[in-house]
């Protein structure tokens, strides 16, 4: 018997004060303070699942009242949890600022990560400080940002916390 695909709804709004919080603060941890001013104030979120989100700029002004999933650039994510830049966020820092907090992955890790597995510490080619516990997960061979990961001492590997497979794992 063929499997039912689920129908894709989505929830969307303003995105409250206190995620917008965590992600500035999470800039501010990671990239400084410099760039706290790329975080619009009215972001809004549009969710897939109830731990899947993308938060975005709001809307310009006429076409709040069109159905549209998002119209502006995409500024962060909420996947399991945390609140997390977007990659195209991250990769201007980078080119403005310079690379910092990442770790640099060779192609098995690379082609594992993008399934959503963890890295194995042999996996990761170079750390890049600081050394914040969350790293920019960075393509050993063209040096494409892929997602973010954290370090978990338990467990001994960088744990998948998002990367640019997601939404073709989750919605596909």
Not at 24 to 52: Q, S, T
């Amino acid at each position: 018997m063929p499997t039912q695909k689920k129908k894709l709804e989505f929830k969307q709004g303003r995105l409250p004060s206190k995620l917008r919080d965590r992600l500035v603060d999470f800039m501010r941890k990671l990239y400084g303070e410099e760039f706290i001013d790329l975080i619009p104030v009215n972001l809004k979120y549009v969710c897939f699942e109830r731990d899947l989100c993308l938060i975005y700029e709001k809307p310009l002004r006429g076409l709040d009242n069109l159905t549209v999933l998002f119209n502006a650039p995409w500024i962060a994510i909420y996947v399991n949890k945390h609140v997390l830049p977007s990659i195209p966020l991250v990769a201007r820092i980078y080119r403005e600022k310079g690379v910092r907090a990442a770790i640099v992955v060779k192609e098995q890790g690379v082609k594992a990560f993008l399934y959503g597995n963890d890295i194995l510490v042999e996996s990761v080619l170079k750390k890049i400080p600081p050394d914040k516990g969350v790293y920019t997960v960075i393509d050993g061979e063209d040096g494409e940002i892929l997602g973010f990961v954290e370090w978990s001492e338990k467990k001994k590997v960088y744990v998948n916390l998002y990367d640019i497979g997601l939404f073709l794992r989750k919605l596909g």
